[in-house]
């Protein structure tokens, strides 16, 4: 196995106290990836789980909360998930690697071969299901490889480039209501005085970027494996730059910026 792959692949952490400090450390210290956030659901060990990923994470993640954990990873979008099967089911929503590490679990985590978790077998068998589960990289060779090739799959409805996407509201600005007996004379003279300086807009609400024609076209030559983890990668992007419409050089832009 080509475990050099995964140096620099960015990781998210989830589950009971110990399973995470153990997985954090070993895909950190063994495998050289990045952890982009590690968090717990067992709030009495929430402080030895700090202490213990002090120097890997600069915030541990506190919650039973399923919602709040899948929004971190939502916002963090990383290559490999390792959580509950919660995750995995939110992983699955966003078209994520992941690898079930801490109960609670499904029957089908639970195999009958002999899988321990513990010692120098313990960390062959993480690093084969770290192995299997992630992309190692392949993305752009499979694209050249394949191309369109005739693998379509029916994209939902909330992707196409017909999205409406609605106006973020204007900035409203509320005066303060003056007092009767504030004479008009005064009004003026504050109103003067005031210096005229042009207030920055308030910021936009985020929204999801529409999809030109252009760009649906690309992104349709990516095979469909991949191809939701190429749409979100590049959606996130046109998010944090500004791009309200992603067109094929933003995807182009995005592609170079990730590595793609």
Request: hydrophobic letters at 45%; aromatic letters at 6%.
């Amino acid at each position: 196995a080509d475990m050099d792959s995964f140096s620099g692949k960015p990781a998210f952490v989830f589950g009971d106290a110990t399973h995470v400090v153990g997985v954090t450390r070993f895909l950190h210290d063994e495998l050289g990836m990045p952890i982009a956030g590690a968090g717990t659901y067992v709030k009495h060990q929430a402080d030895w789980v700090r202490e213990q990923l002090a120097g890997y994470v600069d915030q541990v993640l506190v919650t039973d909360e399923f919602q709040t954990v899948a929004a971190r990873i939502a916002e963090l979008r990383p290559e490999l998930v390792c959580g509950t099967q919660m995750e995995r089911h939110t992983s699955r929503r966003y078209d994520l690697n992941c690898m079930v590490i801490s109960p609670p679990t499904h029957i089908e985590n639970h195999l009958l071969a002999y899988r321990p978790f513990l010692g120098f077998d313990g960390a062959d068998v993480i690093a084969d299901e770290v192995y299997t589960t992630c992309t190692l990289g392949m993305e752009k060779h499979l694209i050249d490889l394949f191309g369109d090739a005739g693998l379509e799959l029916p994209e939902k409805a909330k992707h196409g480039a017909a999205r409406a996407v609605e106006p973020a509201p204007a900035a409203i600005t509320v005066e303060s209501p003056k007092p009767e007996q504030e004479p008009a004379v005064a009004t003026v003279a504050v109103s003067s005085l005031t210096p005229a300086v042009a207030t920055p807009p308030a910021p936009a609400a985020p929204v999801d970027p529409v999809w030109a024609a252009d760009a649906e076209a690309m992104l349709k030559k990516v095979p469909f494996f991949v191809r939701g983890r190429v749409r979100g990668n590049v959606e996130k992007y046109a998010r944090q730059h500004g791009h309200a419409v992603i067109t094929a050089q933003v995807l182009l832009a995005a592609k170079e910026e990730l590595g793609a």
